[in-house]
């Protein structure tokens, strides 16, 4: 392959990635939509789409809230029924949010608490190595067997079966018995 059909080459998808790219540039700038795609409104937006989980290939169920209330809706090719119209949310819809947010907050604050002792652990780390400088220790060998050391001992790791060890195993003749 010569030089000359290598650089139309890249030279055309150079082209068509700047096309690509003003063309994206363009759709941001002014604001095009297309339609039937939802996408966030002003803040005087009365209808919303919650979730919408599909049945099977043709059927799906939305939960659309509008002013407030909530309604079910089953969407199929034949057209739309209403299951459920003003959904109303209760004490247990409320309880079960609430508990959604602790369950969020606690994951939340144990992972900070995680990275905090990750964090400590660092620098017990660092402090020793800057100790062993000082100290004139032997060598980073020295520090990193003296690191391993205080690790926890883990399992070795399963024996690694390759492929042509299985291969091997096939073409033994098997001895009669």
Do not use: C
């Not at 043709?58 to 969407?75: C, N, Q, T, Y």
């Not at 004139?136 to 883990?154: H, K, M, Q, T, W």
Request: aromatic fraction near 2%.
């Amino acid at each position: 392959m010569g030089l000359l059909p290598l650089l139309r080459m890249f030279g055309a998808l150079s082209l068509v990635l700047g096309l690509l790219a003003g063309a994206l540039w363009a759709v941001r700038r002014l604001g095009v939509r297309l339609p039937g795609v939802t996408g966030a409104g002003g803040p005087n937006r009365r209808i919303e789409l919650v979730e919408r989980v599909g049945l099977d290939g043709k059927r799906s169920v939305a939960l659309i809230r509008r002013d407030g209330r909530e309604h079910l809706l089953l969407l199929g090719p034949d057209g739309s029924l209403v299951i459920e119209a003003g959904i109303i949310r209760d004490d247990r819809d409320l309880a079960a949010a609430q508990e959604q947010v602790q369950e969020a907050e606690a994951r939340r604050v144990a992972q900070a608490q995680a990275i905090a002792a990750l964090y400590a652990r660092a620098e017990q780390i660092i402090a020793g190595v800057r100790e062993a400088r000082r100290g004139g220790e032997a060598s980073f060998a020295a520090l990193v067997d003296r690191a391993r050391a205080r690790l926890p001992a883990r399992p070795a790791p399963p024996p690694v079966v390759t492929a042509a060890a299985l291969i091997a195993a096939k073409r033994r003749p098997r001895k009669a018995a």
